[in-house]
């Protein structure tokens, strides 16, 4: 079975460019988690989604950062202007019925610098 | 509060040796899930195992096992005769069923080194 795909695996921008990272989640999964991993700040929870609908985005550093689901099977996290401080892996996981804690399974991870 | 401490920031032990990892946690719920993952160096994020509060049986996988004691607040990770591909750093990770639902608060990680 096909796991969470993220897309890109790295990606090198200049500072002020518009950076859009995307996300699959397994299919049949219902929560969509996004997650910035920072050796700073270890993993943190940005946003989440249940059933396409955000749910908290109290992590969400700034109004620069935006996600959207526009269905079960696709998401998107924009950063736009991106900063040099955005550098780190961003992570999508997805889980099924997360209400009951089932285990989150995260893709690969976009690594992003921003020069 | 919500919390999970790993006091152990980097471990190094040599192939064959037997390794702990602690994984202590704060939570006022009664119902909880606690959690394990595994980050190898290829950046990935691979859960391992998922325990609630109601079972604190023992759990045994292979090389892998998990001792969870609710009297301690701990939920610690041993590795059997470590591998050198067991190298990776390792999270564990709290999940309240009450408060803050749907969240995985994970602590800071444990690098393990496996030498051959």
């Known amino acids: 079975d096909a796991g969470v795909i993220q897309s890109p695996r790295h990606e090198v921008t200049e500072m002020g460019q518009e950076v859009t990272l995307r996300c699959k989640p397994i299919?049949?999964?219902?929560?969509l988690f996004w997650y910035r991993q920072t050796m700073m700040r270890g993993l943190e929870l940005l946003i989440y989604?249940?059933?396409?609908?955000?749910?908290?985005d109290s992590g969400m550093p700034e109004d620069r950062f935006s996600a959207k689901m526009p269905n079960a099977s696709f998401s998107t996290l924009k950063i736009q202007p991106s900063e040099p401080r955005d550098s780190a892996v961003y992570f999508c996981?997805?889980?099924?019925?997360?209400?009951?804690?089932?285990?989150?399974?995260f893709g690969d991870g976009t690594r992003l610098s921003i020069l | 509060a919500q919390k999970v401490t790993q006091a152990q920031t980097e471990i190094s032990v040599v192939e064959k040796e037997d390794v702990t990892l602690d994984c202590v946690y704060e939570?006022?719920?009664?119902?909880?899930?606690l959690f394990w993952y595994k980050q190898p160096p290829s950046g990935e994020l691979v859960f391992l195992i998922r325990?609630?509060?109601?079972?604190?049986q023992n759990e045994i996988s292979g090389r892998y096992s998990w001792n969870f004691q609710k009297s301690t607040s701990s939920f610690n990770f041993t590795i059997t005769a470590s591998q050198v591909v067991d190298s990776a750093v390792y999270f564990c990770?709290?999940?309240?069923?009450?408060?803050?639902?749907?969240?995985?608060?994970f602590g800071t990680g444990t690098r393990l080194q496996v030498f051959p």
């Open positions: 325990r609630n509060s109601f079972d604190e």
């Open positions: 989604f249940n059933n396409n609908v955000p749910i908290d």
């Open positions: 299919s049949g999964h219902d929560y």
């Open positions: 990770a709290l999940s309240e069923a009450t408060y803050n639902t749907d969240k995985l608060i």
């Open positions: 939570t006022r719920d009664t119902t909880y899930y």
């Open positions: 996981a997805s889980s099924f019925r997360a209400g009951d804690n089932q285990p989150q399974h």
